[in-house]
């Protein structure tokens, strides 16, 4: 059996590790973008805080992947999936190659989403979906750390990922200002009074948050780059941390069915018999996408072991409690999702 994944997250490199332990004589290929390993993303949000976290949020490096026996094409892009010959084109910086398969694992995660009304202004603001982000972020905030300096923050969106992000830059010490659009933090995630909760945490914290608030773009003033809301207000970086986006590109280009995410059934099977999805791309019949590590990590050893003939019963999504890991903050309810 030839199994060629597509993403080197949570998913993808759950599922590969799965099934090698079950089918010794399979041939595993994965395919990513990434170069740095197989590593943490949660962490990612604690960026700022943890000391060393270049190597620290790093899982296991490719090469120990390898040494499992699961081949690993980093650094490359899978550029087309031609469904009619089973077969995935693979760019990498030096060459393009042709790719067979007889299961196609489609892993890739999820974008940073940028509303449409930002992206004149892309060059303007930073966004954290990855390790190269991070890393990005880092040397830039490390300038003003050198010339003992703090660098003042702006960062748009007070849903998960935003106000982790803001929670870390300001204990961290950095000055931090948070803009929302609606009017309470984590509305999708939160019930109000636990809302309320985080708000009186993240201003104890020095964090400024700004509700209810309409971002209509940026601009440049010198080395800041202001937020406009109708006032102009100038920060040394501003971060846009406003949802993320499945990456349904390729699929759609195959011709596969796409909603939200990429449509699968009950059995993580896409509107080709041969392609699976799961992970933050796969959109299951009720219309979720289960973009939380633990339900993941389920979806990616279920598969695997539906594939080895290990499992009969369609996928069902275990029980998990998300939390926002912001300093100091513990929800008194059950999440929202």
């Not at 490719?62 to 010959?85: H, K, P, Y």
């Not at 995410?261 to 041969?274: A, C, M, P, Y």
Request: net charge neutral; proline share 6%; aromatic share 8%.
């Amino acid at each position: 059996m030839r199994i060629v994944i597509i993403g080197s997250g949570v998913g993808g490199v759950s599922f590969a590790e799965k099934y090698r332990a079950l089918q010794a004589d399979a041939q595993i290929t994965l395919i990513t973008r990434e170069d740095d390993g197989y590593y943490s993303r949660p962490l990612l949000s604690r960026g700022f805080s943890t000391d060393n976290i270049e190597q620290s949020i790093i899982l296991k490096p490719f090469d120990q992947l390898r040494d499992e026996n699961i081949d690993i094409i980093s650094a490359a892009e899978v550029t087309a999936i031609n469904r009619a010959d089973r077969t995935v084109v693979v760019k990498r910086p030096d060459q393009e190659s042709v790719l067979p398969y007889d299961k196609l694992i489609l892993a890739q995660g999820s974008a940073a989403f940028i509303p449409p009304p930002f992206r004149p202004y892309r060059d303007l603001f930073f966004s954290l979906n990855n390790l190269v982000d991070l890393k990005k972020l880092r040397r830039f905030r490390q300038g003003f750390l050198d010339r003992n300096q703090r660098p003042a923050w702006g960062v748009i969106g007070g849903g998960l990922i935003g106000c982790e992000v803001a929670s870390d830059l300001a204990a961290s010490g950095d000055p931090v200002t948070l803009y929302h659009a609606a009017d309470r933090l984590m509305e999708r995630q939160l019930v109000p009074d636990d809302s309320v909760t985080l708000l009186n945490i993240m201003q104890d914290s020095g964090v400024a948050v700004l509700l209810n608030q309409s971002v209509q773009g940026f601009s440049k003033q010198g080395d800041k780059v202001c937020v406009e809301t109708g006032v102009s207000s100038p920060f040394d970086a501003v971060l846009v941390a406003t949802g993320f986006k499945p990456r349904t590109e390729l699929a759609e280009q195959a011709g596969l069915e796409i909603g939200r995410g990429i449509k699968v059934n009950q059995r993580l099977q896409t509107s080709d018999e041969h392609i699976y999805a799961l992970g933050d791309v796969a959109e299951l019949p009720n219309g979720k996408l289960y973009a939380f590590i633990l339900p993941i990590r389920n979806q990616a050893l279920w598969l695997a072991g539906f594939l080895a003939g290990q499992e009969s019963k369609d996928w069902q999504p275990p029980v998990f409690n998300p939390k926002a890991k912001v300093h100091g903050f513990q929800a008194a309810h059950p999440y929202l999702f």
